[in-house]
């Protein structure tokens, strides 16, 4: 018989989209639940007691008033900037080429890019983060270095070469044929292998020519079947440049629309300034958003409309934007996008920020039916939450009414100290 481990505590459960739905419908807490475990993937969840009794031979471990989660999802980084996140005092176009550049540059050596990959998921699994869609530099060894560093780890993961021809320094600048070819022996060496899976990945309009848009648009027609990440509508001043580089575009989601870079399986990040023929588009396709609160407000760049969009069933995932974002905490990253929905006037309930965190971000990324909730047949991704893991939260714990005024405190002042520990495909890894 295989193995079995029973996991007992506070357990997480979805049953719909709280973006679209009540949270009180579609989201609740069992205070004494189980979560069993077999073979890397759940195979039930339910009252810890009963589950107990059914299967007396698992391995149990008991986490008692900690919260069972499924493992967090950021939907959106660039592990290449983990090094220089938290710089200084630059706005998006002066950050890229002050800090962005040069740091993705010494990625060219692959030991750096190898020593980077493996830091920066290590610093994201002590966080509670088991999966990631990551950016990756121009250089193919640097999509080598993470997918080998996730499967080290036996992660699921999205990535993908970021794609640059203009508009960068020499030694960034790849080209339409170089783009195209280099992405394409990437998505036949890592797609679809253990649990990695490929995102064709032009950075941004300003820094790829319509040549390469065109040449990674006719990739993905080739191959559907890979996600499309990129940059949409984050600054202003961003925007007036592609306006500028793209003249005969009606809007900057038209450059990738333009160019083939637009459906369902798409990825766009921030998304913050949008017109209604952008947003009427992306609702008609399908195409995903990432909600990047820390960097949006780190960078300066604006008050994303999670409330807005996540209303009119735009699927919007969460992410830390390492290191545009000041965190590697998802934590972290749902108090700012808590706070950003205060200064909206939309603030979101605690429900809906882990719902954003886990399965909304897997939703973003086709992984839904994977990863990010807390159900039978799906991989067993976890994340244990101690609920009063520093004095100052423990204190404002003890005052809380009820479990979802308990979890707010640990998701607005909570850190890697809450995550108690973390599970990767049934695997304990420590918290
Ligand atoms: N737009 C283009 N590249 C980047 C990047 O690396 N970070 C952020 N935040 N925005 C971008
Ligand atoms: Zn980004």
Same mark, same amino acid.
């Given at each position: 018989?295989?193995?079995?481990?029973?996991?007992? *505590?506070?357990?997480?459960?979805?049953?719909?989209? %709280?973006?679209?739905? &009540?949270?009180?419908?579609?989201?609740?807490?069992?205070?004494?639940?189980?979560?069993?475990?077999?073979?890397?993937? +759940?195979?039930?969840?339910?009252?810890?007691?009963?589950?107990?009794?059914?299967? %007396?031979?698992?391995?149990?471990?008991?986490?008692?008033?900690?919260?069972?989660? %499924? *493992?967090?999802?950021? #939907?959106? !980084?660039?592990?290449?900037?983990?090094?220089?996140?938290?710089?200084?005092?630059?706005?998006? +176009?002066?950050?890229?080429?002050?800090?962005?550049? &040069?740091?993705?540059?010494?990625?060219?050596?692959?030991?750096?890019?190898?020593?980077?990959?493996?830091?920066?998921?290590?610093?994201?699994?002590?966080?509670?983060?088991?999966?990631?869609?990551?950016?990756?530099?121009?250089? %193919?060894?640097?999509?080598?270095?993470?997918?080998?560093?996730?499967? #080290?780890?036996?992660?699921?993961?999205? #990535?993908?070469?970021?794609?640059?021809?203009?508009?960068? &320094?020499?030694?960034?600048?790849?080209? #339409?044929?170089?783009?195209?070819?280099?992405?394409?022996?990437?998505?036949?060496?890592?797609?679809?292998?253990?649990?990695?899976?490929?995102? =064709?990945?032009?950075?941004?309009?300003?820094?790829?020519?319509?040549?390469?848009?065109?040449?990674?648009?006719?990739?993905?027609?080739?191959?559907?079947?890979?996600? /499309?990440?990129?940059?949409?509508?984050?600054?202003?001043?961003? =925007?007036?440049?592609?306006?500028?580089?793209?003249?005969?575009?009606?809007?900057?989601?038209?450059?990738?629309?333009?160019?083939?870079?637009?459906?369902?399986?798409?990825?766009?990040?921030?998304?913050?300034?949008?017109?209604?023929?952008? +947003?009427?588009?992306?609702?008609?396709?399908?195409?995903?958003?990432?909600?990047? &609160?820390?960097?949006?407000?780190?960078?300066?760049?604006?008050?994303?409309?999670?409330?807005?969009?996540?209303?009119?069933?735009?699927? !919007?995932?969460?992410?830390?934007?390492?290191?545009? *974002?000041?965190?590697?905490?998802?934590?972290?990253? /749902?108090?700012?996008?808590?706070?950003?929905?205060?200064?909206?006037?939309?603030?979101?309930?605690?429900?809906?920020?882990?719902?954003?965190?886990?399965?909304?971000?897997?939703?973003?990324?086709?992984?839904?039916?994977? =990863?990010?909730?807390?159900?039978?047949?799906?991989?067993?991704?976890?994340?244990?939450?101690?609920?009063?893991?520093?004095?100052? =939260?423990?204190?404002?714990?003890?005052?809380?009414?009820?479990?979802?005024?308990?979890?707010?405190?640990?998701?607005?002042?909570?850190?890697?100290?809450?995550?108690?520990?973390?599970?990767?495909?049934?695997?304990?890894?420590?918290?």
């Amino acid at each position: 018989m295989k193995k079995q481990t029973l996991l007992l *505590g506070r357990v997480l459960r979805f049953s719909g989209d %709280p973006m679209r739905q &009540p949270w009180q419908d579609v989201v609740r807490i069992d205070s004494a639940g189980g979560v069993l475990l077999c073979d890397g993937r +759940i195979s039930a969840v339910g009252d810890g007691a009963a589950l107990s009794a059914a299967h %007396p031979q698992a391995e149990v471990t008991d986490y008692d008033a900690a919260l069972i989660c %499924p *493992g967090f999802i950021d #939907a959106h !980084v660039h592990y290449p900037q983990t090094a220089i996140i938290a710089s200084w005092g630059k706005r998006l +176009i002066d950050w890229l080429n002050t800090y962005t550049f &040069p740091e993705e540059m010494r990625l060219a050596d692959p030991a750096y890019a190898e020593e980077i990959a493996g830091r920066y998921l290590d610093l994201t699994l002590d966080h509670g983060t088991t999966s990631v869609a990551s950016y990756c530099t121009i250089h %193919p060894h640097s999509v080598d270095a993470i997918f080998s560093a996730a499967a #080290a780890r036996g992660q699921r993961i999205v #990535a993908g070469k970021t794609c640059m021809d203009r508009n960068a &320094p020499e030694g960034l600048r790849d080209s #339409a044929q170089s783009a195209y070819d280099d992405s394409k022996a990437l998505i036949d060496r890592w797609h679809g292998t253990g649990r990695a899976s490929y995102a =064709i990945t032009p950075r941004f309009s300003p820094t790829s020519s319509a040549e390469q848009l065109a040449a990674l648009g006719a990739l993905w027609a080739e191959r559907p079947d890979c996600l /499309m990440q990129t940059h949409l509508s984050e600054q202003s001043d961003e =925007i007036a440049w592609v306006r500028e580089l793209y003249p005969q575009a009606r809007d900057y989601l038209d450059t990738y629309e333009a160019h083939g870079l637009l459906g369902a399986r798409a990825l766009y990040g921030h998304a913050i300034h949008l017109e209604e023929r952008e +947003i009427d588009r992306i609702t008609e396709t399908g195409a995903a958003l990432v909600h990047c &609160p820390t960097s949006n407000t780190f960078i300066g760049s604006g008050l994303f409309d999670m409330a807005g969009l996540g209303a009119r069933g735009v699927p !919007v995932g969460l992410a830390t934007d390492t290191g545009g *974002g000041s965190s590697f905490s998802m934590l972290r990253t /749902m108090a700012a996008a808590y706070e950003i929905g205060q200064l909206r006037g939309t603030p979101l309930h605690a429900a809906e920020l882990m719902w954003l965190a886990t399965a909304g971000s897997a939703r973003s990324l086709h992984l839904q039916d994977r =990863i990010g909730t807390l159900a039978a047949g799906m991989e067993a991704d976890l994340c244990i939450l101690d609920l009063a893991s520093t004095p100052a =939260i423990a204190q404002r714990a003890a005052r809380a009414e009820d479990i979802w005024e308990t979890l707010f405190a640990t998701i607005m002042m909570g850190d890697d100290r809450a995550v108690a520990d973390v599970w990767i495909a049934g695997e304990r890894r420590g918290g």
